[in-house]
């Protein structure tokens, strides 16, 4: 099993920044990938980025690349989502998940979730 706990969400103005944290405990974190997701009012749970167990293999969504970075830091068993620029659109509720291999864009893929942090991008 792997705890996954999220933190950082907030409210923000357009053109301002947040970063997600995501923290594990249980199994080792280090021999999952992650992915950050996101979900809107109404809408499908989307992709955002992934990065692999190494953290030298990283994808993101076309909405959100050069303005979002993923990163982990394996020895504090953290994950991280860096986001600038943000924009009204990127309002969602954002969830960390463990993948077993290297990452996914696909949701049913990955065995474990946080509970989500909310994320309001203000116009």
């Known amino acids: 099993q792997v705890q996954l706990v999220e933190s950082g969400g907030g409210l923000v103005q357009a053109g301002g920044s947040l970063r997600l944290s995501c923290a594990a405990s249980?199994?080792?974190?280090?021999?999952?990938?992650m992915g950050w997701f996101r979900q809107a009012p109404g809408k499908e749970r989307e992709f955002v980025a992934g990065?692999?167990?190494?953290?030298?293999?990283?994808e993101y969504a076309d909405s959100v690349r050069g303005r979002f970075t993923i990163s982990r830091d394996n020895a504090k068993s953290t994950g991280y989502l860096q986001m600038n620029s943000l924009k009204p659109e990127d309002t969602a509720v954002y969830y960390c998940?463990?993948?077993?291999?290297?990452?996914?864009?696909?949701?049913?893929?990955?065995?474990?979730w946080g509970q989500g942090t909310q994320v309001t991008v203000s116009s």
């Open positions: 998940a463990a993948h077993p291999g290297t990452w996914s864009i696909r949701v049913h893929e990955y065995d474990y």
């Open positions: 249980g199994r080792t974190f280090s021999s999952y990938g």
């Open positions: 990065i692999s167990w190494s953290g030298t293999i990283t």
